[in-house]
């Protein structure tokens, strides 16, 4: 009888880890496929705008996603639109690209899951940490020619967009 439970319980066991073997192998292949790039530099910064957000950082790219951290960065609101209590709702990354170079449209795809941030800023004394956040940006192969990374935050209700973009204007992803 011991014998049975403890055969028993060596299958069980065996197949879990045969599974679990398996759920990491696919994990792999969705989290974007190979290393093709690490530690490529990025800045960011911007001016005259609502917002300013500053920064640096670096970008692993792999075969299908760009993964971005955000190793010095902060947002500050513009002292010219004096606001004491304008709160950063969210921050999220996307690629950039022009639509019509001439007129300077540009359009914003593939953006990465928003991260809230939901604080208050004083716009003549306050600043808001975004050091070491990190994001993912799917991509297909030919997403990343002549396109830049913006970075964008939310107001408070998710309305209100302010824009910052890496200073590389066409970034290079290697």
Known sequence: MKMKKLLR???????????LILTNCSTTRIDGGKLISKNVS???DNCCLATFIKGNGSIDVYEKKLKIKIEKGSIKINPEFDNPTYTVGEIYLSLGKYIDKEKGKWTRYNHSKSINIDKKINSLKDSIDISNLTF???????????SWIIITTTDE????????H??????KFN
């Open 157 to 164: 209700e998710r309305h209100g967009l302010n824009h910052s």
């Open 42 to 44: 990025f800045y960011f």
């Open 166 to 171: 890496s200073t590389n204007q066409f970034q």
């Open 9 to 19: 319980f060596k299958f069980v066991f065996i197949n879990l880890i045969f599974i």
């Open 136 to 146: 993912e940006i799917p991509y297909k192969d030919l997403d990343l020619i002549d």
